[in-house]
């Protein structure tokens, strides 16, 4: 690694191995993008393809890479942003390593402070990756609270791929297979778009908030070019259309990251319900990412509540119905509980009074989606 990497900001020897630590704040970095998919840690959230994504939204990115008897190790992303309390961070998916030593990850966690206050951020939010070892309690012994102050996705549905299709079907809810097999017999059709599409699958995913009563995110057309502009070059961003009788009536957009598909957004004009396009269009989806090798298809998140009722073993209650986790149920997935969201202060006494009224208020989550400081 070599200074276009960024600033060495160490050498030493720890655990009797060479580590040195890199710090980098350019938008791009390819050498870390590789590392992320080529380990089961890696999420499309640390990439610099994200960061240049968010870069469109006033987010700039701070990266740190760790390397252990000179090869590429582990590191986090973190992006930054001015606020009225100063500069805020958030490391989504991270801090990462290839393999987890306890050892390792704790002086890596040291690394994640020590950034904190030589780039000046008042306060930070980590989330670890999904598959994570990084607990609380070593967060804790840290000075990380538990983060009352932003909604962060804490749970997931997960189609393994496995398997293969004969699998998938398997475990599909049977009357889902009918909505298929109705929506092909009834002139529903799945094409790929393009850049030319943004705008109508943008058109689509706000008018499916308007009445959910949410706000889009991204928040602008513009917004979602970015996205687009930035992981389409690599083949890691994929747009499908359902139509209908010639136009247009749902979207899904999925990222695809190493072995990992994510249904990352949907659209739906509202139209033809009746012939299911939003069925077809999922399964489409889960067909080409197992034709593309992934190993897993994530539907991005998933209430709180009812992730943990089925792991308890609990019987589906009647409410449940009317969210849109049991329309993804239908094909066969599995609840993931995620890492929950720490907070990190810089100022120990602004971090004591937090830590006062988080007592006071209590440790509880919200039970619904995500409001992240870097959007969903």
């Known amino acids: 690694m070599d200074a276009r990497h960024g600033e ?13 630590g890199w710090l980098s704040q350019t938008v791009g970095d390819v050498k870390w993008d590789t590392f992320l998919q080529s380990t ?18 006033g987010w700039k990115p701070i990266r740190f890479l760790l390397q252990v008897d000179g090869r590429l190790a582990g590191g986090f992303q973190i992006l930054t942003r001015q606020s009225r ?50 607990n609380g309690a070593l967060l804790a012994r840290h000075c990380f ?15 393994d ?22 929506a092909r017999r009834r002139g529903i059709s799945i094409r790929e778009g393009g850049e030319k599409d943004i705008r109508v699958f943008f058109s689509l995913m706000s008018s499916t908030c308007k009445r959910q009563g949410t706000n889009p995110s991204p928040r602008t057309e513009s917004d979602m070019m970015a996205l687009w502009n930035a992981f389409h070059p690599y083949g890691a961003i994929r747009l499908t259309l359902a139509e209908c009788e010639g136009e247009i009536v749902a979207g899904l957009l999925c990222l695809r990251f190493g072995q990992r598909v994510t249904a990352w957004k949907k659209g739906w004009s509202g139209k033809y319900s009746g012939r299911y396009p939003n069925q077809l269009l999922s399964y489409e989806a889960i067909e080409w990412a197992q034709r593309m090798g992934a190993n897993v298809l994530d539907f991005a998140a998933m209430r709180r509540d009812i992730a943990e009722a089925m792991l308890e073993g609990r019987a589906p209650v009647k409410e449940w119905e009317s969210s849109r986790d049991w329309f993804n149920l239908g094909f066969g997935n599995r609840p993931q509980l995620l890492p ?37």
């Open 8 to 20: 060495l900001l160490f050498v030493n020897q720890f655990d009797g191995r060479q580590v040195s």
């Open 40 to 57: 089961p840690l890696g999420h499309f959230q640390q990439s610099s393809l994200w960061a240049q994504a968010k870069f469109a939204d």
């Open 85 to 134: 309390v100063g500069k805020i961070g958030y490391i989504s998916k991270g801090p990462v390593l290839e393999y987890e030593d306890p050892a390792l990850l704790e002086y890596l966690v040291k690394q994640v402070i020590s950034v904190v206050k030589t780039c000046r951020i008042r306060a930070l939010i980590a989330q670890p990756p999904d598959e994570s070892r990084l």
């Open 145 to 159: 609270l538990p983060n009352h102050l932003v909604n962060v996705i804490s749970s997931t549905l997960l189609v």
């Open 161 to 182: 791929l496995s398997g293969g299709m004969a699998d998938i079907n398997n475990n599909m809810r049977k009357t889902r297979l009918y909505e298929i097999r109705v």
């Open 340 to 376: 929950e969201s720490k907070i990190y202060i810089s100022n120990p006494l602004v971090r004591f009074l937090y830590k006062g009224v988080g007592a006071f208020r209590g440790d509880a989550h919200p039970k619904g989606g995500i409001v992240s400081i870097v959007g969903s």
